[in-house]
């Protein structure tokens, strides 16, 4: 959500832009990745076998696909905090802006430590059905 800052320039509010390539191919809470689509099909492919790990990846996906909608509204919160703390017209609503900044972050990592939780069980399961087939 970095982009999602507002900066000031002397002329105006801009906003950095979104990160490059590579990173949005490897961070899974980035909120335009594009490796939320690899572990899905990751998890799509475990949860169309016939081992032990396919209900708790259908159980992921599910999770999977919640994440991915809240990391996007949050994206579009911090947005609007940072704009509202651009144009704060006084330090209470300068104070409220950052309150707001500080709780799309605190819940951005939150959703960062789900996704890697799924990432790292995900990975578990593909390994152990590599083993025993």
């Not at 016939?50 to 947005?79: F, K, Q, V, W, Y």
């Amino acid at each position: 959500m970095v982009h999602e800052r507002v900066l000031g320039d002397g002329i105006g509010p801009r906003r950095p832009p979104i990160c490059g390539r590579g990173r949005r191919t490897a961070n899974l809470a980035c909120a335009h990745t594009t490796a939320r689509l690899v572990l899905r099909d990751l998890l799509l492919g475990l949860a169309q076998g016939a081992g032990p790990e396919r209900e708790t990846c259908r159980d992921a996906l599910a999770r999977l696909s919640m994440i991915d909608l809240a990391i996007g509204e949050l994206d579009h919160r911090r947005h609007a905090a940072e704009t509202a703390l651009w144009e704060a017209a006084d330090p209470a609503a300068a104070e409220a802006a950052r309150g707001a900044i500080a709780q799309t972050v605190s819940e951005h990592l939150r959703l960062a430590d789900e996704l890697n939780d799924i990432r790292s069980r995900a990975l578990a399961a593909w390994r152990q059905l590599k083993t025993t087939s």
